[in-house]
């Protein structure tokens, strides 16, 4: 397998389902006890060998999988699982192997959160490009991170051309002091930490200038690149992302080779406009 396949293994993440595209049930089958079963879209490449569920108690943070529990899922689009009915939120997501052994990324995150409209976000130590902000109320900065503000450093937030901040430790000195429904955000962390946050759409759109646009994709559950940005698509130059202190980009003329595929909820984007328009989503 050469590596120009490898890399379109890697780069062609499984579309999980987030409750609409994505699905996840969950039942009980005992008094301790629930079922968990997940779906997905089917990858094209024809090497595929098999796909990994995984699963953890903490977002990313995956210490069980299909393979270590005796499970061969094959080329199947679907798994069943047991978990303990406890008051632990689980995190799944799933990979695709290919004949060689090569596995891919992990795909998108669903979780056996019961409340569809709540995301539940890492943040991690350093970087974050991050969203908390949808609907039509506008909140304080304060009260938006208030759950993570003991471990962050500063916040940024680009207004047309124009940087704000928000410094913690001298807020009469800042001038990011709102966020506002759609707005993305850079956060600087000393520490890791996981933020709940509403996932609830923008009430009126998100406002995009021509050039560079920071903004935040405020959504219950994860939809594709193309279809997230359908409603401003003719206008669209390139979409960035950066998670996992990584970046990736999304080319509208070029989406087979982009390597942001996905829009997930509580991140924050970058999206480079050739002309004005309102983003709906």
């Known amino acids: 397998m050469c590596h120009r396949k490898i890399d379109s293994l890697i780069n062609s993440k499984i579309q999980i389902l987030l409750i609409s595209v994505l699905f996840i049930l969950i039942s009980a089958v005992s008094a301790s006890a629930r079922t968990v079963t997940l779906g997905w879209d089917a990858n094209s490449e024809p090497d595929l060998s098999h796909y990994v569920v995984y699963w ?9 999988n299909s393979v270590d529990n005796g499970d061969d899922i094959g080329l199947g689009t679907e798994y069943s699982v047991e978990i303990p009915d406890d008051d632990h939120i689980y995190f799944f ?16 995150e669903v979780n056996t959160n019961d409340n569809p409209s709540i995301v539940i976000l890492p943040v991690n130590s ?13 909140i304080s900065i304060e009260d938006a991170l ?15 051309g124009s940087w704000l901040v928000y410094d913690p ?3 009469d000195f800042s001038d990011l002091l709102d966020v506002e429904p759609g707005q993305g955000m850079w956060v600087n962390m000393r520490g890791n930490a996981e933020l709940t946050i509403p996932g609830e759409v923008p009430a009126y759109g998100v406002d995009l200038f021509d050039g560079w646009n920071l903004v935040g994709f405020s959504s219950p559950a994860s939809r594709n690149v ?7 698509d003719g206008d669209v130059a390139s979409v960035w992302a950066y998670q996992n202190g990584e970046w990736k980009v999304y080319n509208p003329l070029d989406s087979a080779s982009s390597t942001l595929t996905t829009m997930d909820p509580g991140y924050g984007y970058w999206i480079e406009m050739n002309a004005p328009s309102v983003w709906t989503y």
């Open 226 to 232: 193309s279809d997230a940005i359908s409603s401003i």
């Open 169 to 171: 430790e001298n807020p």
């Open 56 to 64: 953890g108690v903490n977002p990313g943070d995956y210490i069980y």
């Open 93 to 108: 997501a799933v990979t695709a192997v290919d004949d060689s052994g090569l596995e891919s990324d992990f795909s998108n």
């Open 126 to 138: 350093n970087w974050n490009l991050i969203s908390v902000a949808g609907g039509d109320e506008i």
């Open 146 to 160: 208030a759950p993570i503000m003991a471990d962050v450093i500063s916040v940024w937030a680009y207004d047309n």
